[in-house]
């Protein structure tokens, strides 16, 4: 599993884990919601009258102490399970920053690794976020990503998005909406099965986004691309579809029904979820629903950490013959990330396998 040839090589969600980065809360800080974008990805469900009421700047010290005490915990079990664990480089997020057409406060944070970069077979692939405050986030890991380089991986960035004020639209309802202008996505929009990769239209993915990763898996090998539209509107993937092993999908039945499972998980094994067991009200924001308690890590096939408030989840996991170590996340709703969302897998075991044939 140290072959040098190799130093990144991740096709899936839940093969055996040998190698990941796990998030930062340090110096975390909510961004403006004067920007388009900052309400487009924090606060899409949220009416314009709404924002003035929500706080923003640095998170409270608390909140990011015992993150990062959660987080340190995470580290130090998965490395006590043999993976190789990094940390992102600080980052100054209280920074503020412009382009040509428009001006960041700051920053957003580090917490969540895995909505700016996405790991395919053994290409690193930097995307392009929406959201103006997360224009530097990654070079948190540019140290990692020229060490990949220099040991043999490939390195691809998606085109720098301008994110120009017509970008960000509205609905009906007068809720923001991402335009396409140009081509935007996070990379927590995408699961990863072998050689099919799926990829959530939503307002922090779109179709432009979709059609340039279709384009560029196309030099990466024999790869299918599944577009996943009208599942869910708002953000980002991993708290609706988490794929256990081959033929086992965790699926969220507020979002999905019956009928609505994606072809290509038809005749696959489901597990409907159970609704999340939520902690008294925080007295932050709260950049996830609750629903965020889905959003677990699979170490291997057969294990998975999981927020340890959700009994009724790890009850219905251990039922299907998952081992399941319980760990804190105290504040995975202010900070809008479960433990897929703070974690990006660099290696694991499994290839490119065809798991729908």
Known sequence: MSDPVRPVHSWDEFSTLREVVVGSAAGARLPALSDPSAWLSCFPKSRAAELAAIRTGPYPQQVVEETDEDLDALATTLRSLGVTVHRPEPVDHAAGFAAPQW?????????????????????????????????FEVFGLRALFNDYLRAGSRWLCAPRPQLRDELFESDAEGLPLLGESEPVFDA??????????????????????????????????????????????????????????PGL????????????????????????????????????????ESWIGMNLLMVDPATAI?????????????????????????HSRVLGGGFHCVTLDTRRDGGPEDYLS
């Open 249 to 288: 999908v965790l699926l969220n039945p507020e979002r999905i029904r019956p009928e609505t499972v994606p072809d290509q998980l038809r005749g696959w094994d489901v597990l409907w979820c159970p609704p999340a067991e939520t902690r008294a009200a925080e007295p932050e924001p709260m950049l996830s």
């Open 188 to 245: 927590a929009n995408v699961l990863r099965l072998g050689r099919d990769v799926f990829y959530q239209v939503s307002r922090s993915g779109n179709e432009l986004g979709l059609r340039w990763l279709e384009s560029t898996l196309g030099l990466l090998g024999d790869l299918r691309l599944h577009p996943l539209r009208g599942i869910y509107g708002y953000t980002h993937i991993d708290s609706t579809i988490a794929l256990l092993r």
């Open 306 to 330: 999981v927020e340890q408030g959700q009994r009724g989840l790890i009850k219905l996991l251990e039922h299907a013959g998952i081992t399941v170590l319980p760990h804190r996340l105290r």
């Open 103 to 135: 001006r960041a406060d700051g920053g957003f944070h580090s917490y969540c690794p895995r909505d700016l970069t996405l790991v395919v077979g053994e290409t690193v692939i930097e995307v392009a976020s929406p959201m103006r405050a997360r224009y």
